[in-house]
């Protein structure tokens, strides 16, 4: 298989090392954990990556914000199954503790990529 434009890019390998990460905890779920928050972790999780893959190989410049914007998103969403699983005791600390560099590694990185581009991050102000 050919490699794609995204391959070289270190978001995209910390956007597959982390959804490694997290689909080898949570295939070692229980089943209930495993149809719910495992389930809806691994798809945020590798929505990331498939966001960045599918943004850099868009021509168009606000295409490709779009999609790196919903990288983002699905970051986010991420952190919070990730939330709900530790809050859930179905993650250790260690694992935690393993997990959370690359979460912030990845956010960092993302938003500076996003910042290259020209654009910064939508950021709602408090109601």
Not at 2 to 28: P, T
Not at 73 to 89: D, G, K, M, V
Request: with cysteine; hydrophobic share 35%; charged share 25%.
């Amino acid at each position: 298989m050919a490699k794609s434009n995204c391959e070289h890019l270190q978001i995209y390998k910390l956007a597959e090392s982390l959804a490694d990460e997290i689909w080898d905890i949570a295939g070692n779920w229980e089943q209930f954990a495993k149809d719910t928050i495992g389930k809806q972790i691994v798809l945020s999780v590798d929505s990331i990556g498939a966001n960045i893959a599918e943004g850099t190989e868009r021509h168009n410049f606000a295409d490709h914000q779009r999609y790196i914007r919903q990288a983002l998103s699905s970051l986010n969403e991420t952190r919070y199954w990730l939330r709900r699983a530790y809050t859930r005791h179905l993650l250790t600390r260690e694992q935690i503790k393993k997990l959370k560099p690359i979460v912030d590694e990845l956010s960092l990185k993302l938003n500076t990529y996003l910042k290259s581009m020209g654009a910064v991050p939508e950021q709602h102000e408090p109601s």
